[in-house]
Structures are given as C-alpha cells and as structure tokens.
C-alpha cells in the first residue's frame, strides 16, 4: 500500500528559528512530490518537485527531493508567527493516472512571538 | 473566479441522519476530488469523478457513503445514517487537465455528528 509519512507530527519554534520538516514516501510508481501550507481554510500549493536534488526556492520557504532515498525536506528560515500552520506532504503516481493525492498525517508547526 | 466553494462550512448532524456536502468546482474545471480529513490526521482520498462518472471510488467506505458529479450543478457527497466517527473535515479539490498544478482546495466542511 502506498504510504507517505511525516516528521515531526508537530514543532513549536519561536520567530527567527529555522526548521526542517520531514517527509518519507513508499509509493509504487513514484510520479512526483508537492507541499502543502493549511492554515484554518483550504490547503494551498507550495512546491512540487519531480527531479532529485534540485532546490525549489520561494521566499524563507524551501524544498529538496531525494528519489534514491525517498525523502524531501522543507525548510523555513527566519520563521515568522504567520508560518503557524499544517503542512502537508503528498505524494502522486503514474498508477491509474487518476492525479490523486497521496497525503502524509501532516506537522502542525507553531510559531511563537 | 470564485475558486472551489464548498458548503455548507459547518454541518451538525444527529446520529442516523443524512450529510450531504456540496461542491461547486473552478468554472471549467471538469475533474473533482473528495477527501477527508480526521482529527490527527492528513487528507486521504476517497472518490475522483469527472462529469456524470465515477473514476476512482477506491477510497470511499463501502456503505452509506455515496458521490456524484451531475451534468449541471455542484457535486454532492452524501453520508447516509452518520455515525460519530464520520466526524471530520471533507474537502472537495478540483482540476482542469494539468493533474498536478492545476489542483485547488475548497475551505472544507466540517462535519459533526453528535
């Protein structure tokens, strides 16, 4: 069965740490890897990475996959109270084409003043 | 664009009776996704359609939950009899072709059965 785990399950931090939140996968058919950023409402899109060891970059927030060990890590510098949020891992497949999602259980992440 | 709507956003249901969440897709967005969110716990999928079909329904229960994406107006997620355990958040996702960026999110209904 396909499984995409998350690491930590939750993270208080204070303004101006960095962390790094963990994702691991075991999919069949591995097609690519995208985070997301929930807040109280709808989750948002934050990257998508297919290729191994190329950086996705936007802002404090970045993002790297590793296809032979079968991991991504996201980074958040200088974090501010608003990164309070759920993030979300999921991976998609190439196995019935459908562009479902895949989800890990998600790290809450706090981030105190 | 008014994006993913969903509603209602928050429903309270007594035990046994019926749920039915409702999802108005991106305009020309013909692919719908539906997942649920448990306390704890990160979406999983349950039911894919596209126009008046059933793609995917491999994550659905196999009773009292029904989905369906007509030809005209919003698709609709029905929980027949709840029970406490259908408490959740549910969330309707909708595509055009691009499978992957092309994805957006409604805020969600939170259902509680009480």
């Known amino acids: 069965e396909d499984k995409v785990v998350q690491s930590p399950l939750s993270l208080v931090v204070h303004e101006g740490d960095t962390v790094t939140l963990n994702c691991s996968y075991e999919v069949t058919n591995f097609r690519s890897l995208l985070w997301y950023k929930q807040e109280k409402k709808a989750p948002t899109f934050l990257f998508m990475l297919?290729?191994?060891?190329i950086e996705k970059k936007s802002g404090r927030l970045s993002s790297i996959l590793d296809k032979k060990e079968l991991f991504s890590i996201l980074n958040i510098t200088a974090t501010q109270t608003g990164d309070s949020a759920i993030y979300l891992c999921?991976?998609?497949?190439?196995?019935?084409?459908?562009?479902?999602?895949?989800f890990g259980q998600g790290t809450t992440l706090q981030v105190k003043p | 664009n008014a994006g993913v709507m969903q509603n209602p956003r928050h429903l309270v249901r007594r035990r046994g009776q019926e749920a039915r969440l409702r999802c108005s897709p991106v305009?020309?967005?013909?692919?719908v996704y539906w997942y649920r969110q448990l306390p704890e716990e990160g979406l999983k999928f349950m039911v894919y359609?596209?126009?008046?079909?059933?793609?995917?329904e491999s994550g659905m229960p196999k009773e009292r939950f029904s989905a369906e994406f007509p030809k005209e107006g919003p698709s609709i997620l029905r929980i027949q009899q709840v029970v406490r355990g259908d408490s959740a958040a549910y969330f309707c996702?909708?595509?055009?072709?691009?499978?992957?960026?092309?994805?957006?999110f409604g805020s969600g209904t939170r259902l509680t059965v009480v």
């Open positions: 996702a909708s595509r055009g072709l691009d499978r992957v960026y092309g994805y957006t």
């Open positions: 359609l596209q126009k008046e079909n059933i793609i995917d």
């Open positions: 297919t290729s191994s060891g």
């Open positions: 999921a991976t998609t497949t190439y196995s019935g084409n459908t562009g479902k999602l895949i």
């Open positions: 305009k020309g967005h013909s692919h």
